[in-house]
C-alpha cells in the first residue's frame, strides 16, 4: 500500500521561504516523481518532476526559485521554495509515478499516487 504524505505547508510573507517535504512508504521511489500544484479555481499543474536518476524538469513560473529533490535512503521528496510570490499561494501536492519511463510527463494524467496536499499561502 502506497501512501504520500505531504508537510512543511504553512503562511509566509512575500519574498519567503519554505521547504516542503513528503514522506513515502511502500514505495520505492525508483520512478518519476512531481510536485503539483492547485490554485482556487484553476487547474492542478506541473511545478516540479525528478526522475530515477535525478534529472529535474520545472514549470517556467518557478525556475531558479524552486528546487526538487530526494532522499532515496529515506523515501522523502521535497521541495525547496525560495523568493515566494503571492502567486505560489495554492495547495502543494506530491505526486508517484507507479512505472518507470525514460523520460518523466508533467501531465498530471500520467501519476498514479497523489498525497493529500498542503496549503501554501504567501502574503
Known amino acids: 500500500h502506497v501512501q504520500l504524505v505531504e508537510s512543511g505547508g504553512g503562511s509566509v510573507q512575500i519574498g519567503g521561504t519554505l521547504r516542503l517535504s513528503c514522506a513515502a512508504s511502500?514505495?520505492?521511489?525508483?520512478?518519476?516523481m512531481a510536485w503539483f500544484r492547485q490554485a482556487p479555481g484553476k487547474e492542478r499543474e506541473a511545478v516540479a518532476v525528478?526522475?530515477?536518476?535525478?534529472?529535474?524538469t520545472y514549470a517556467d513560473s518557478v525556475k531558479g526559485r524552486f528546487t526538487i529533490s530526494k532522499d532515496n535512503t529515506n523515501y522523502t521528496l521535497y521541495l525547496q521554495m525560495n523568493s515566494l510570490k503571492s502567486e505560489d499561494t495554492a495547495m502543494y501536492y506530491c505526486?508517484?509515478?507507479?512505472?518507470?519511463?525514460?523520460?518523466?510527463?508533467?501531465?498530471?494524467?500520467?501519476?498514479?499516487?497523489w498525497g493529500q496536499g498542503t496549503q501554501v499561502t504567501v502574503s
Open positions: 505526486a508517484a509515478n507507479r512505472v518507470w519511463t525514460v523520460v518523466c510527463s508533467i501531465r498530471r494524467s500520467e501519476y498514479y499516487y
Open positions: 511502500g514505495y520505492n521511489m525508483t520512478a518519476c
Open positions: 525528478i526522475g530515477s536518476d535525478g534529472r529535474t
